[in-house]
């Protein structure tokens, strides 16, 4: 009997039961009564118990398992308690201290005429909680609304308003006795006593009303405002539920319960801490926590076990999924009254139990257990013991809306209770059904109300996986119409019937029942229908299937399938339908065929028709059964039956070999053989010996090209590492200020990565080789290699205090921004909350934890990036990261342009098309007869998990396989041929050459268990076989480092080279070359990259249970990899030419023929994989003998080698397989004859995963001399069948692809409904699709993550980033580089690039003979105004322009001229500088302090700003023009408005004698165009804060990109018809507009009674790229002939403008400048403080003085210049302040930029580009007219035709070109004289001058022909006149009697190359007579 927790039975325990047994038997009317024994150990003690002392370990719970016994001998499930039961425990408890049944409750009748409807009141007002749920109900102050349990109505909850005195509060305490309460349908008040308040709400109970026992719930107001269930009313301490649920799961023999085991996950099943969290009370990965034994049923009888496969009712996707539907409905809950619970521990009471869809919780009945608890009065059933609730599943009226169903809401929900059941709604399963047919049969839940199972309820599985698909989820129109349906348009049940039989007929023998796969068939259907309806709208109604038509209709779909589906119709009840057939089942002889599947129909006249679908198959149901468990408990449920020695049967039947000899007897007869030596390790056959000392001491061959520290980004990793930047940019530029870029200086990261040994060591690896932490300047070069470590952190429990340790440096360093980078971030996404019940996996929740802790949500300076190749679980509704935040890898095609790569990826997608490449040798293969010989073995053990069975056979295989291969030749035919072919392959390959390389095998073996068992079975027989030196057995746990045997670590450290003493492998990549097998165990991949020399990837463990994407695709990831171009492309006659040359040499005769027809078939993209592959044996020729002879046969040297399988970083293989066995053998040192990469350069390898792919040359041992280039091939993939239809689906196209299925365990399916994911969907699209149609399960971490109330939005992180690329890739290596480039952009962000020239033509400017005392502030204008003018331009940026003529430059050299103007490099010089606190910003500057600046604070602000006209006459123009401003409200201040209608009047303007030392005076014009984001006009630090006037002067056109950029400035809006105009005509307006406002503002301030000349009179007109300002000093110089330095300081833009501002009698200089910086900058150049000289790009203009002075507005170029000549010729002063200098910042874009010319009319795209001599052409002529303004066409063709048009004046600087009125750029071969027509000017002396030519430029009437007389020019000097239009040419030349010493031709007239409507410029030319 087992002792109880207390230790000695209490005998007044004992008698009481007996008692009450009795008792029970005399009141009941039914025969049995309940076992004294079952009422004794299923109640629950009440003893007090420390929940500590409810864990054991883990360890001492297998070892006690064991020993645990049930009573009766089979298994009592007594003890899956969980809450619900609790609570009925104490409220039994409650009712009498002896526990006896009470007496049962009469209640009085009810009032005459009263309602007495169940879920109304007396007065017959409706109380239930789904009508009153949106109801706005009033109660008065001090009660609470909560929920009361009707008997009667399960489904449903009451409401009533309490008074919350008589309720418990948090501890169960302290609530008062009796009652008060108000019926809140009717009004009634005043109840005082709760047996009036039960009567007066119809509660109709059958025993004593006690409020304890029916109010249950406190009702709460979700945020949607809807009345939902909340938390259970705690009537009792909570220390005593927790006690009741621990004191059940420690009774001996109660099995072990979930409650308590940490093995199954959850702790107690109550912890009262748990009560205040949201979380499920089990998580809902906990989903098949057993219900029963019943694998032991016959076998092991006493052993007690946590998890069976039993009846999981609800495997993994139960309480998400099928409830799910509902949670997509704005949180409302739709789980209908059919949403079957999740049954988390079942219970086996008769009840059904529901979960809340919304939370998807589970709920579940507990153990039968008193007189209300599953035995009713009358019901026959022989042993109440056992019952199963599989959730009733009722039927929906048609009417009611499937998502009004009553369903609870909140997570804490109890159980409803129970209905009586009528005798037809229970099954018994009969007794040792699994034992007696092999089968447990799995019941597909359907339509309708499923019965209650009794019995032997272990025997059967009931899965929801198709509930779903029938209950068609309610979508919104926008979603129905993308689905192409009609809202109206929902299948009948008799539809969804024959729909179901028609699929499982088309399923066929070998597949399973797909979710995915019938709600596309659902769904084509249901659009069927809809075409249909749309159809018959017009003509006659069609009529639908009536129920009476339905079941021959449906046996008429099954007749067809060859008896594997059969059709049973029942009219009561679907329990007879399932009754008969399992039935049958027990009664079936072994010989008689089941069906497949059996479709139970009940067509029940007052239900309608429901079913349901049993599953009889032997490979279905297992299947079926197996799918529902997730890994975890798959895992977990393999351990246990490895623990509980459950497969020594099996064990003992793989004791003999498949000869039937013992199979440890026959090694050691082997062992005995061989005596003590051993197979030779390399270069030799496999009958070779030698002693092991010297095997040990055998030197390979070292391959010196394998340099396996290089490092190599490639190309896509550079794309994508860019692709990252700029997401980051994006986020840094988003206006939500979530990231400030501009912040930060340097960039420091930690990687999280999954608890991989392996992978942590492979991610140091790539850090230490990338250099990385060198680059950021995170660590010194020495010392870096060491302190790698502390950037990557493992997700295991220590995590918590690195992690911590990392957030400190976070938070103290604000200017650095941190990465956190989550590697492989899909792996263990569950929540912390479902971690506390989880399933003891200790990473449970700590990625979490991690990754979505407030610390790191709100670090502002902290960015996260995960990683993940199957990003799919964090692509939900609820997911954190923003879908504009992904970077996807760039999609392989792209790579396919980048020809230069060596390589390309091979992935998924690759290994699925190349089933269609139709070779002999697939790279993914399904090994059938190992196929066959599994599902004979599975159907001999039918109690084992089908991966044991696997594993099992699959190490038998490689053992018979290796003796086969090596002494028993007579075991071959039992091997399979694709293990032998690996097997040979494995062990033969080292022995082909003097280095010894081979190839590496990896067995995927998910149970860690198995593994082990798996090594060391195969090690043994390796041992035994000798052949331990040939090749290493590695068990790769993800848990423990890489192990290797001393001697191959030695021959790897020969191979490598330069290793140093004490270098052992860390990664797998470490193994390159080495021939071994890794076991790889663990629960999923976690991304590690393997070497080049994998070949074979063995998956054939990976079945059924991995139906989900991630699950599935990420075993295949393991294959992928980088390969050779050829493999994808390959070229023929390279194959050829490879293959026949092998051929010849070692083809037997038998096989040449079927060898060449192979190769000579039309080369498909596969050909260089022919023969890269395994599946070689069929014929079954040994290949020992033909290999020896052909080894003796010389090769052809040029034969090329090629070694094949590529792994995946870096590495090197040789050898692959032949696609003939013979061949095999001895061409595995060439590499595979056929996949011949005989291409001219090597191949590099390039990378996988997660680092940039290598490029490592391919070294490869010497083939008789010659040395081989090998190709690089994808590994050979062996899957299960059951994997294989999934990926190799794409063939046919019939089969679902691995694509469709559920994207990852922890995710559900929002709808049944939905479009299908297409395969060649990117991966954008993948993720939008994922987005939409996918949620999060409960125990998911972003469940958590809900929308936000308001808006309905789900809440992304804005600093979260996922990079997603496929597995093996190269994504370390990118994000490395994006850690970079991301370092280089912050510090490029804090740096700017400004221009760094020296000033020009220095050599031959004036001295200033006026001597100016040096470190003056100001010039002194007495003395300043003595300095000559210097007329020669310095500025660097016109170093190709026409020199000015003075007199020091007819003395220049003009030979050394021309030199030094050839090498005048076109690119300007620029030099990076520091930005400092006083820099301009253009529009991607954000910082805390310009923010108001640069911001408007709400989108409301862009309509503050108000347009005006301003308009005036201007004289040059000859009309009025209209310009608008744009003043945004802020900036108002600065004008004057009329008093009236807010005219605007003028712009104030300061007093000359205004001091203020916070201001600036003058206001700041900045013409700018096509910069609206990089011109730099964000002046706040440069103006150091203060207030200022600055205005923007900006195109009609531009001006919404710059209001949009710059809201908060003043622009000043061009007249459209200067859209096209330049630089001269913003300059023109500009000073005009000054000059009329400097006008009003005089008259203004003149009536207030300023003085005219007292109003301040200059602008500041600067450039959109002026970025920093200087000053400079010269230092005192110690010793005379040391040149002084300058010492020269940043300082503010209002500094230098104050400082120029307070020049004393500045009214008197017409412009102010300063010096443009350059590094060149000498004391030489400051010693003069002032010049008086050019001043560009930032100047002070007096509008006042220089009135008459214009800039030229047609003006493109030169401006400038143009217009500081006229300046100075009208006797004015321009100053240059030399000891400030100006940056320029070099700005890529806008500006001054050329317009693109192109023809008017478009004749064709290809044009060639047109020359500048094509700018004119003669009048009327047929030359192509241009697009571009007609000055612009002028300017340019000067430039360029000084030769053609001035040829004497050629690099003859004597003999300048005369120019009056104008400086135009003639090129810059040619000097050109300024002389002003203006009376009173002041010119360059030119006596004695011959000019070589004159330009006449639009000259006014001040040129007159006397003024002309007085120049001199050269015989043939020629000139041109430009005139407006051809009449004024004629008249000027007229005017200016040119013709007296001219000479022109009718040929010499041109014009510009514009149509006659763009006005044209004429010109004419002519040569001096």
């Not at 839940?445 to 009931?462: A, E, H, K, Q």
């Not at 929801?464 to 192409?484: A, H, R, S, W």
């Not at 746990?1037 to 192990?1043: D, F, G, K, M, R």
Request: glycine share 6%.
């Amino acid at each position: 009997m087992g002792n109880s927790y207390a230790g000695q039975l209490k005998s007044a325990r004992f008698e009481e039961a007996l008692h009450n047994s009795i008792e029970a038997s005399l009141r009941c009317s039914s025969v049995v009564p309940r076992p004294i024994f079952s009422q004794l150990y299923l109640d629950p003690d009440q003893h007090p118990f420390s929940s500590a002392d409810v864990k054991p370990k883990v360890e001492e719970l297998d070892k006690d398992l064991v020993h645990r016994c049930t009573q009766n001998g089979s298994l009592d499930f007594s003890n899956t308690l969980t809450v619900n039961d609790m609570e009925d425990d104490e409220d039994d408890e409650e009712m009498s201290d002896s526990n006896s049944p009470p007496i049962p409750y009469s209640q009085k009748p009810a009032p005459e005429g009263s309602c007495t409807t169940d879920g109304f009141c007396q007065a017959g007002k409706d109380l239930r909680l789904v009508s009153l749920c949106m109801e706005q109900i009033d109660i008065p102050a001090g009660f609470l609304l909560v929920g009361a349990k009707s008997p009667n109505l399960p489904e449903h909850i009451l409401v009533c308003a309490v008074d919350k005195r008589f309720l418990p509060d948090d501890h169960g305490k302290n609530a008062l006795l009796g009652f008060s309460g108000n019926c809140i349908g009717c009004g009634e008040r005043g109840f005082r006593y709760f047996t009036e308040f039960s009567n007066h709400i119809n509660l109709k109970l059958t025993t004593q009303p006690k409020k304890q026992k029916h109010l249950k719930y406190y009702l709460v107001r979700s945020s949607q405002g809807v009345l939902s269930k909340g938390p259970l009313i705690c009537w009792k301490e909570c220390r005593s539920r927790q006690s009741s649920a621990t004191c059940h799961s420690i009774k001996p023999n109660s099995s072990v319960s979930s409650t308590v085991t940490p093995e199954n996950g959850t702790t107690n099943g109550y912890k009262s801490g748990f009560i205040q969290t949201d979380s499920p009370i089990l998580s809902p990965a906990n989903s098949a926590i057993n219900l029963s034994g019943a694998q032991d049923l016959t076998r092991n009888k006493n052993v007690v076990k946590p998890l069976a496969l039993s009846l999981q009712v609800v495997g993994k996707t139960f309480a998400a999924d099928a409830a799910n539907g509902n949670s997509s409905h704005g949180g409302k809950n739709s789980a209908t009254s059919s949403t079957p619970a999740r049954p988390g521990n079942y219970s086996l009471s008769p009840r059904p139990s529901y979960a809340s869809g919304d939370q998807a919780t589970m709920f579940i009945s507990g153990p039968p257990k008193k007189r209300h608890r599953g035995w009713y009065p009358g019901s026959p059933l022989p042993q109440p013991g056992l019952v199963v609730p599989v959730p009733t599943v009722r039927p929906l009226s048609r009417t009611e809306s499937l998502l009004s169903a009553p369903v609870p809401q909140t997570p804490l929900t109890g159980i409803l209770q129970p209905r009586p059941i009528p005798a037809g709604e229970t099954v018994i399963v009969p007794e040792n059904l699994l034992s007696n047919s092999g089968i447990r049969p799995v019941i597909l839940i359907g339509y309708g109300t499923l019965p209650y199972f009794y019995g032997n309820v272990g025997d059967i599985v009931v899965s929801p996986l198709l509930v779903n698909c029938y209950k068609i989820p309610q979508l919104e129109n926008k979603d129905l119409e993308q689905l192409g349906l009609t809202g109206s348009q929902l299948l009948s049940v008799e539809n969804m019937i024959l729909l179901t039989i028609q699929y499982l007929v088309r399923l066929g023998p070998d597949q399973i029942p797909l979710r995915e796969e019938f709600e596309q068939i659902m769904l084509k259907a249901m659009q069927e229908f809809t075409l249909r309806e749309r159809a018959l709208q017009m003509g006659a109604q069609w009529i639908p299937v009536s129920p009476g038509q339905l079941p021959w209709l449906a046996r008429l779909i099954a007749s067809v399938s060859q008896d594997l589906v059969h059709v049973i119709v029942t009219q009561n009840s679907l329990a007879e339908g399932i009754s008969e057939t399992l039935r049958t089942l027990s009664e079936m002889r072994h010989y008689q065929r089941l069906p497949d599947y059996v479709v139970a129909i009940c067509a029940s006249k007052i239900r309608g028709n429901e079913f349901c679908v049993v599953v009889l198959g032997q490979h279905q149901s297992r299947a079926l059964a197996e799918s529902m468990l997730t890994t975890s408990e798959f895992l977990k449920e393999i351990s246990y039956e490895l623990i509980t020695g459950k497969v020594s049967f099996l064990a003992s039947h793989f004791k003999t070999t498949s000869l039937g000899d013992d199979l440890d007897k026959l090694l050691e007869k082997m062992q005995q053989r061989r005596g003590d030596s051993v197979v030779t390790p390399f270069n030799g056959d496999l009958n070779e010996y030698v002693s092991p000392q010297e095997a040990a001491a055998m030197i390979p061959t070292q391959n010196l090209d394998l340099d396996n520290e290089t490092f190599q980004i490639y190309q896509p990793q550079l794309t994508v590492a860019r692709k990252l930047l700029s997401q980051v940019c994006a986020i840094a530029d988003s206006g939500s200020q979530s990231l400030d870029l501009g912040h930060f200086s340097k960039v420091d990261f930690i990687v999280i990565v999954p608890r991989s040994e392996v992978l942590v060591q492979q991610t140091l690896q790539r850090i230490r080789q990338s250099g990385v932490l060198v680059d950021l300047g995170l660590e010194e070069n020495g010392t870096a290699y060491q302190r790698a470590e502390k950037y990557v952190v493992r997700l295991d429990n220590e995590i918590q205090t690195k992690f911590e340790v990392f957030m400190r440096r976070v938070k103290q360093n604000p200017y650095t921004l941190f990465v956190l980078v989550h590697d492989n971030c899909h792996v263990e996404l569950t929540s912390v909350i479902s971690g506390s019940l989880s399933h003891g996996e200790p990473s449970h929740g700590l990625a979490d934890r991690v990754i979505n802790c407030r610390e790191v949500l709100e670090a502002f300076n902290l960015l996260v990036l995960q990683v993940s190749s199957f990003p799919y679980t964090l692509q939900t509704q609820q997911s954190r990261i923003s879908s504009s935040n992904e970077v996807h890898w760039i999609q392989l095609d792209s790579m396919e342009d980048m020809s230069c790569e060596e390589k390309l990826y091979f992935g998924l997608n690759e290994y699925s098309k190349s089933l269609q490449w139709g070779i002999t040798s697939p790279l993914l293969r399904c090994d059938e007869t190992f196929e066959k010989m599994v599902n004979t073995l599975l159907e001999r053990y039918p109690r084992l998990h089908s991966m044991v069975v696997r594993c099992y056979l699959l190490i038998q295989q490689y053992s018979e396989a290796l003796m086969a291969l090596t002494t028993m030749a007579s075991l071959r035919d039992h091997s399979t041929p694709e293990t032998l072919s690996i097997m040979d392959d494995l062990i033969s390959s080292p022995g082909k050459t003097k280095s010894g390389r081979g190839h590496m095998l990896i067995i995927r073996v998910p149970s860690v268990q198995l593994a082990m068992l798996a090594k060391e079975r195969l090690q043994e027989v390796r041992d035994r076989l000798g052949l331990q030196y040939r090749f290493e057995i590695i068990l790769g746990n993800p848990a423990s480092e890489v192990s290797v045997a001393t001697h191959f670590v030695a021959r790897l450290k020969t191979w490598r080279g330069n290793e140093p003493e004490e270098w052992i492998p860390r990664t797998y990549q470490d193994l390159e070359g080495l021939p071994c097998i890794v076991i790889l165990t663990g629960k999923d991949p976690l991304g590690e990259t393997f070497p080049r020399s994998l070949k074979y990837c063995d998956l054939r463990l990976i079945d059924s249970s991995y139906l989900t994407r991630t699950a599935l695709e990420q075993e295949v990831g393991l294959a992928c990899c980088y390969v050779s171009k050829e493999v994808i492309r390959g070229s023929t006659v390279a194959l050829d030419l490879s293959g026949k040359e092998q051929e010849r040499t070692t083809v037997s005769e038998n096989e040449s023929d079927e060898l060449l027809i192979d190769l000579e078939r039309p080369q498909s993209n596969s050909s260089a994989v022919t023969g890269t592959s395994g599946s070689i044996m069929e014929n079954g020729v040994s290949s020992s003998s033909a290999a020896d002879k052909s080894q003796k046969q010389p090769l052809t040297p040029s034969f090329q080698s090629s070694a094949n399988s590529v792994g995946l970083d870096e590495g090197v293989s040789t050898g692959t397989v032949g696609t003939g066995e013979t061949l095999k053998q001895e061409c595995d040192s060439l590499g595979p004859p056929m996949a011949s990469s005989t291409t001219s350069k090597p191949s590099l390898a390039s990378s996988s995963s997660s680092s940039g792919p290598r490029a490592l040359p391919w070294p490869g041992g010497p083939v008789q001399g010659c040395r081989g280039l090998h190709a690089a091939l994808p590994p050979i993939v062996i899957l299960s069948k059951a994997a294989y239809s999934l990926l190799g689906s794409q063939r046919g196209g019939k089969l679902p692809s691995s694509s469709s299925l559920l994207p990852h365990a922890d995710v559900a399916w929002v709808s049944s409904l939905r479009p299908l994911l297409h395969k060649d969907m990117s991966s954008e699209e993948q993720s939008l699709y994922y987005r939409q149609w996918t949620s999060a399960r409960q125990h998911h971490a972003d469940y958590s993550n809900q929308p936000d109330p308001n808006s309905g939005a789900w809440a992304c992180h804005p600093r979260r980033l996922l990079l997603t690329g496929p597995p093996q890739v190269g994504k370390t290596g990118s994000y490395l580089q994006f850690l970079r480039i991301l370092f280089r952009m912050l510090i490029r962000l804090l740096e700017v690039d400004v221009y760094d020239e020296g000033e020009i033509n220095t050599d031959h400017s004036e001295s200033s003979e006026v001597s100016q005392s040096e470190g003056e502030p100001w010039p002194d204008i007495e003395s300043f105004s003595k300095i000559p003018f210097d007329i020669s331009v310095h500025d660097p940026k016109y170093s190709l322009m026409s020199l000015v003529y003075t007199e020091k430059l007819a003395g220049v050299k003009q030979e050394a001229r021309k030199e030094s103007r050839a090498e005048e490099a076109r690119k300007r010089a620029t030099v990076s500088m520091m930005l400092t606190k006083y820099a301009a910003y253009n529009t991607f500057h954000h910082c805390e302090q310009c923010h108001q600046y640069m911001d408007f604070t709400s989108a409301s602000q862009m309509s503050d700003s108000t347009l005006h006209a301003f308009t005036f006459s201007s004289s040059m123009l000859g009309e009025e023009v209209q310009l608008y401003f744009i003043i945004p409200k802020s900036k108002e201040s600065h004008f004057v408005f009329s008093k009236q209608g807010k005219h605007l009047e003028s712009m104030r303007l300061p007093l000359v004698s205004d001091k203020n030392l916070n201001v600036v005076k003058s206001p700041i014009f900045t013409p700018s165009s096509g910069r609206h984001e990089h011109g730099l006009l964000n002046l706040f630090h440069a103006m150091e804060g203060i207030s200022h006037l600055h205005l923007l002067v900006v195109k009609e056109y531009e001006m919404p990109l710059y209001r949009k950029c710059w809201p908060n400035h003043i622009m000043l809006v061009l007249p459209g018809m200067f859209n096209n105009a330049g630089v001269g005509a913003a300059r023109f307006l500009i000073k005009e507009l000054s000059y009329h406002n400097l006008e009003l503002e005089r008259n203004r301030l003149e009536e207030l009674g300023v003085k005219r000349q007292c109003v301040w009179p200059f602008i500041v007109v600067m450039d959109d790229s002026c970025v920093l300002w200087n000053i400079h000093s010269v230092q005192e110089q110690t010793s005379p002939p040391v040149e002084a330095g300058v010492s020269s300081k940043n300082v503010s833009l209002k500094s230098v403008l104050q400082h120029i501002e307070a020049t004393p009698k500045i009214v008197h200089y017409a412009i102010l400048g300063i010096q443009k910086w350059s590094s060149k900058l000498t004391s030489q150049s400051l010693k003069a403080p002032f010049s008086r000289c050019h001043v560009h790009d930032f100047i002070l203009l007096n509008i006042d003085l220089t009135q008459n002075v214009q800039y030229d507005f047609n003006r493109y170029f030169c401006e400038d210049v143009d217009f500081n000549l006229r300046t100075n010729s009208s006797g004015l002063l321009i100053c240059r302040f030399n000891n400030f200098s100006l940056m320029k910042k070099h700005v890529q874009v806008g500006g001054q930029r050329d317009f693109i010319i192109k023809p008017k009319i478009m004749v064709s795209e290809s044009l060639a580009p047109i020359l500048p001599l094509q700018y004119v052409c003669a009048p009327d002529s047929e030359h192509t007219l241009l697009a571009a303004p007609a000055q612009f066409l002028l300017e340019k063709f000067l430039q360029h035709a000084s030769f053609k048009l001035f040829p004497k004046a050629i690099r003859n600087f004597k003999s300048p070109v005369l120019a009056i009125d104008c400086y135009l750029n003639i090129g810059p071969e040619v000097a050109i004289c300024y002389i002003s027509s203006r009376p009173h000017s002041s010119n360059v002396n030119c006596e004695g001058v011959f000019f070589s030519g004159l330009l006449l430029y639009l000259c006014d009437s001040f040129v007159g022909a006397d003024l002309l007389k007085k120049f001199k020019f050269l015989k043939g000097a020629t000139l041109c006149v430009i005139c407006q239009d051809r009449s004024s040419l004629r008249q000027t030349i007229v005017r200016l009697e040119l013709e007296d010493e001219w000479q022109f031709r009718l040929r010499d007239e041109f014009q510009t190359a514009n149509s006659s409507d763009d006005k044209p410029l004429y010109f004419l030319t002519g040569r001096h007579v």
